[in-house]
């Protein structure tokens, strides 16, 4: 198939307007928007087609619950490596919408699955993460095409997520993703924003 340019500038368009949200409405998710993110991921990428990736959509109020102090704490200990002012500063971002997005997704990736026979991690057994790094990416891109936002959470302790959502033991969290309408919209990043960090430019060598 030959993408055209009218392709290039939706593409551009939606690679723009894709932010990391925190500020969420709680406006429900349909669930064919959740079937065709679901499809998104499908078309993802991965290290010998092996598709390491497993999405657990956590709806259950209490288990939700945990995962918000499973933030809270990790948030607490995060910012205790800053001098008192940046403290300040870091307490002052919001770094997760966990409260009010309707829709929370624990991705993890299956460290040993059979599909892929092996091929293409040997030597960088890493590449099954990156793969689900892949579809999480796709999603990110798919939902924001539903005028969808995601942000993702890193800031918890992923041994303890897995246990409180009780799944295998070669499972590892990947990214914890709140997704739902964005309250706000900006082609800026917030933490450049917010003055915490600029962007930059790719660094890109010809050598
Ligand atoms: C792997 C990864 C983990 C992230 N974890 C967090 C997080 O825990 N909390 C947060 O507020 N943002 C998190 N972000 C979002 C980044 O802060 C954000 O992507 C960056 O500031 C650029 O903003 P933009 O996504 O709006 O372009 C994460 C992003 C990535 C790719």
């Not at 290039?8 to 307007?17: G, K, P």
């Amino acid at each position: 198939m030959e993408l055209t340019q009218a392709h290039r500038d939706a593409l551009t368009e939606i690679l723009r307007w894709r932010r990391d949200v925190r500020h969420f409405l709680p406006d429900p998710v349909p669930e064919d928007a959740l079937g065709r993110l679901r499809a998104a991921m499908d078309l993802a990428p991965s290290v010998g087609n092996a598709r390491p990736w497993r999405v657990l959509q956590v709806q259950t109020p209490a288990l939700r619950r945990d995962v918000i102090a499973n933030f809270e704490a990790a948030n607490a200990q995060a910012g205790a490596v800053y001098d008192d002012a940046k403290r300040n500063r870091y307490h002052a971002l919001k770094l997760a919408g966990l409260r009010e997005a309707p829709v929370h997704l624990a991705i993890f990736t299956e460290r040993a699955p059979k599909a892929g026979h092996g091929l293409g991690r040997q030597t960088m057994p890493e590449m099954l993460d990156y793969s689900t790094v892949t579809a999480i990416h796709t999603l990110w891109l798919a939902a924001r095409a539903e005028n969808l936002g995601v942000g993702w959470v890193s800031i918890l302790d992923p041994a303890g997520i897995a246990t409180l959502l009780d799944v295998p033991p070669d499972w590892a969290l990947t990214g914890y993703l709140c997704l739902g309408k964005a309250a706000e919209d900006d082609d800026t990043p917030l933490l450049h924003r917010q003055d915490w960090q600029e962007n930059s430019q790719t660094d890109w060598r010809v050598i």
